[in-house]
């Protein structure tokens, strides 16, 4: 299974001022993240994060993703410092990919997109860093751990997420 995820912020204690999540502390925090993540994924998954995991220090974000299901693939969020992108347990690393999951392209960023490739040929694109406060575009999803409940996703969850005839339908846009 492949999911989505973003903006998990181990260790941040902005998350619990600005995003108000619901914890008293940021260990308490993280492990119900932790727990949220290993709840849906297995060993044998794959997850994209699609940025800002947390933690400053290389050793602690090393820590943290070998208690996290599954091989992890970052898309690189502005509050990600190198020590992250450095950190052991990445599966890969990058700035932005492109993946097809049974026919349907996906573009994937920290960012969301006012346009995208292959979007007037019904791609999607999926993003974090807006913690839940934007108006999706259509065929665009907000990835974040704020809009889903503080777990990894997968495109069927996203999709089926959306009010029938809102946000699957292709912009009149050419590429």
Known sequence: MIYFTSDTHFGDPRVLRID?????????HDEAVIASWNARVTPDDQVWHLGDVGYPRRDRTSEILTRLNGAKHLVIGNNDPASTVEAEGWASTQHY????????????????????????RKSINLHGHSHGRLKPMPRQFDVGVDPRGLQPVTLAELIASRPKGRGISTPDVTD
């Open 20 to 28: 108000r999540r619901p914890f008293s502390s940021m260990p308490e």
């Open 97 to 120: 990919a492109e993946l097809e999951i049974d026919g349907q392209r996906l573009v994937l960023c920290h960012y969301p997109f006012r346009t995208w490739n292959g979007m007037g």
